[in-house]
């Protein structure tokens, strides 16, 4: 049973334009978000995160707005810079402990 | 600043050998994990640890061991090698167990099991 779903696996932007990407979630236990953005060859890094006591969090050009009653999250990236082109992961946890619940992931590519 | 450091990068196996994945971080972070990735398909917890000395089941832990006797060093090892256990393994630490302590991964050793 996947609980962290994210249905798209790609996704193709130009630069400078929006670039969302969407998770939902099954659980509603669920009480922390994180995404997490991966180039080939290397491991994962942290991007941005979100309480759930909180609807929408900000960094620079990324944001993160989470929907509990939809449970629904997105990540939007505002100018996309082809420098973001990679695999983004949406991650949740319980509790706020650490055990993470990772998506399939989706790839973003951003061409010029 | 080398971060988490995993080795070997890469590795073949023939089915039934044992190996060990090593992972070591040098951010005195008290919480290490291992993740195995398989293709199309996001990171799976295999197992965790919140100190030296003491480590848990994560949510995929069969036909794995692990062991933390240092604050640094948290291997995972693989006694009888099974094809299902092709993937690229990802170990990971962080300060502490709260989610908004992020977590730090290593590069990842990918291994094939022929």
């Known amino acids: 049973d996947q609980q962290v779903k994210q249905n798209s696996p790609s996704l193709s932007v130009q630069e400078g334009r929006i670039s969302i990407l969407n998770c939902d979630y099954t659980n509603s236990m669920f009480d922390y978000f994180l995404w997490y953005k991966k180039y080939p060859a290397e491991g994962p890094t942290f991007l941005i995160s979100?309480?759930?006591?909180?609807d929408k969090n900000e960094d620079g050009r990324f944001t993160v707005f989470l929907n509990k009653s939809a449970k629904h999250l997105s990540l939007h990236i505002v100018p996309s810079q082809p420098g973001d082109s990679a695999v983004y992961f949406c991650?949740?946890?319980?509790?706020?402990?650490?055990?993470?619940?990772f998506g399939t992931g989706t790839r973003l590519l951003v061409s010029p | 600043n080398a971060g988490v450091t995993q080795t070997p990068k890469f590795r073949i196996l023939k089915i039934g050998q044992s190996m060990t994945l090593q992972c070591t971080q040098d951010?005195?972070?008290?919480?290490m994990y291992w993740y195995r990735q398989d293709p199309g398909m996001g990171l799976k917890l295999i197992y965790y640890s919140v100190g030296a000395g003491i480590t848990d089941k994560g949510e995929v832990p069969n036909g794995y061991n692990v062991s933390r006797s240092t604050t640094e060093d948290f291997p995972l090892r693989l006694e009888l090698a099974a094809p299902s256990q092709t993937s690229v393994y990802f170990c990971a630490s962080s300060i502490g167990g709260r989610s908004n302590q992020p977590q730090h991964f290593g590069d990842g050793t990918r291994l094939s099991i022929l």
């Open positions: 951010m005195n972070h008290n919480y």
């Open positions: 979100i309480s759930s006591i909180k």
């Open positions: 991650a949740a946890s319980v509790a706020g402990f650490q055990k993470l619940v």
